[in-house]
């Protein structure tokens, strides 16, 4: 029988109320009220942990780097707590043999009960030669283990997209995950890599309500990816006002202007680095200094240069493009200075008549 959360918790010596506050502080993360702190709660005192099979193709293990560098919570208690990581090759201890005899033992043992959480993507081309996995295909470990799982997590834009392995010509072939497996809900956390704290609060949810987190209609977390870094960036008052970086470190950079002109993606890109932000909160690109390049979009690698900036998007609901804000900023400015300079010598006219 698998140990529930508590359990394990307890056996490491956690006491009763600094669960409890662990509770809330994962309610909190995961955008919930305190009312749901109890719920959660609940869930991690009754229901075993999730069994999990990592699995990794065509990548560059950004992922699982930015996995094991979550705050909140601490990715030692996701992997040592909320859910039993059977395998992952990355940071597994076993090797060989033995490691890959994990595979089937968990098969076998959680049948349609454990989540495959897949970080890289398989190729297709020369019958999927171009990733093996214990001297085979990427793509035969992947259908075997999502036949047998329960539901799919696409760790960031190369599960989710393809991303650069799929980028033209794409000689591999390389696909998504989607592509590939057609018959099980499929999770997608794009970004490249995504946010850690997105990571771990999307396993907390799918372990505190035994379901899958609301999806957009791209199979997004809603959660997460319901609004543009646009909308929350800390630069759109500038952006409004039309004012914007025009070159690198010139006088607009350093007053922190908005990043529109300098190639940002920022006003296409749906995710949450402008709230969450990354390193526990730190920074994000856009904070740095640099614009958005847009990765946890489809396509973003084959979208031009990333110092393009953005011409017509209206269609995606951006009021309008910079020109026409930085224009129309300015005219409401100098409108409303004329206004302005027109009402205070009509005041001042009147002042002249009363006093003669």
Known sequence: ???????VMRRQGIT??????????????????????PKIAHAMETKPRIPVLWLHGLECTCCSESFIRSAHPLAKDVVLSMVSLDYDDTIMAAAGHQAEAIVQETIDKYDGNYIL?????????????SCIIAGKPYLDQLNHAAKHCKAIIS???????????????????AVP???????????????????????????TYMLTFDRIPELDRQGRPKMFYSQRIHDKCYRRPHF???????SWDDEGARKGYCLYKMGCKGPTTYNACSTIRWNEGTSFPIQAGHGCIGCSEDGFWDKGSWYARLTDIKQFGIESNADAV????????GAATAAHLGISAIKRAQQKGDQE
């Not at 009763?16 to 994962?26: D, V």
């Not at 960031?156 to 000689?171: E, L, R």
């Open 16 to 37: 009763r109320r600094s669960f409890l506050k662990y509770c809330s502080l994962t309610a909190a993360a995961l955008g919930l009220g305190p009312a749901f702190a």
């Open 177 to 203: 995950i989607h592509k590939v497996i057609h018959d099980k809900p499929i999770i997608k956390v794009p970004g490249c890599p995504p946010i850690a704290e997105v990571m771990t609060a999307v396993i």
């Open 155 to 173: 760790w960031g834009s190369c599960a989710s997209y393809g991303c650069v392995q799929a980028a033209k010509p794409n000689p591999t072939q």
């Open 326 to 333: 930085g224009g129309t900023a300015a005219a409401v400015v």
């Open 117 to 129: 959480a897949c970080e890289g993507n398989p190729p297709l081309n020369q019958d999927g030669m």
């Open 1 to 7: 029988m698998t140990e529930t959360f508590y359990e």
């Open 240 to 246: 409004d006002a039309g004012q914007f970086v025009e």
